[in-house]
């Protein structure tokens, strides 16, 4: 049962260009929605995060959107730079749920110079 | 500062063996989860614990593996009897707070490695 889901694999952009990652989920009980990144060998690091009671929230070339009635959240990078090419996760997490962090499969980003 | 610790980066058993992961977590930080990505997938929760309490273990599965978390020393995943499937990278997270408090973040060690051959 994937309750996250990112239902792109990969995704390719030119550098200066935005990014737009999307990310699905099921479980109405979410209420806070994480995107972490991950480079090849390494551990997963947070990027952004929003609450389920915004629906956008910013921080330098990263936004994230969130549209509760669609479950679904995107995270846009703009502009996109050669050395955001790494794997995105979406995570989700339910209040009360021990920190517990469901994750997405991710998504590869490859930003060309 | 240092960041979450995990040791062995790389382990490589043979089946029937046993594999023992260990990781220390950020200092000041009291809550360790323990995630699996298996290959092509994302992470998976585990299990979560504090000093000398498991928390919360649904992501465990039932045989073979456990985990400790002692009051002294790092927090120890350790796998039985392992079998090729449990060929993945098991990432251990730290976390000064525990759940339901907003903030979600969790920071990850660089992961550890397993091949079973």
């Known amino acids: 049962d994937q309750q996250v889901k990112q239902n792109s694999p990969s995704l390719s952009v030119q550098e200066g260009r935005i990014s737009i990652l999307n990310c699905d989920y099921t479980n109405s009980m979410f209420d806070y929605f994480l995107w972490y990144k991950k480079y090849p060998a390494e551990g997963p690091t947070f990027l952004i995060s929003?609450?389920?009671?915004?629906d956008k929230n910013e921080d330098g070339r990263f936004t994230v959107f969130l549209n509760k009635s669609a479950k679904h959240l995107s995270l846009h990078i703009v502009p996109s730079q050669p050395g955001d090419s790494a794997v995105y996760f979406c995570?989700?997490?339910?209040?009360?749920?021990?920190?517990?962090?469901?994750f997405g499969t991710g998504t590869l980003l490859a930003v060309q110079p | 500062n240092a960041g979450v610790m995990q040791n062995p980066r790389h382990l490589v058993r043979r089946r029937g063996q046993e594999a023992r992961l260990r990781c220390s977590p950020m200092?000041?930080?009291?809550?360790v989860y323990w995630y699996r990505q298996l290959p092509e997938e994302g992470l998976k929760f585990m299990v979560y614990?504090?000093?000398?309490?498991?928390?919360?273990e649904s992501g465990m599965p039932k045989e073979r593996f456990s985990a400790e978390f002692p009051k002294e020393g790092p927090s120890i995943l350790r796998i039985q009897q392992v079998v090729r499937g449990d060929s993945a990278a098991y990432f251990c997270?730290?976390?000064?707070?525990?759940?339901?408090?907003?903030?979600?973040?969790?920071?990850f060690g660089e992961g550890s490695r397993l091949t079973v051959l």
């Open positions: 200092k000041g930080h009291s809550h």
């Open positions: 995570a989700a997490e339910r209040s009360g749920a021990t920190n517990k962090l469901i």
């Open positions: 997270a730290s976390s000064p707070l525990s759940g339901g408090q907003g903030t979600g973040e969790l920071f």
């Open positions: 929003i609450s389920s009671i915004k």
């Open positions: 614990l504090q000093k000398e309490n498991i928390i919360d």
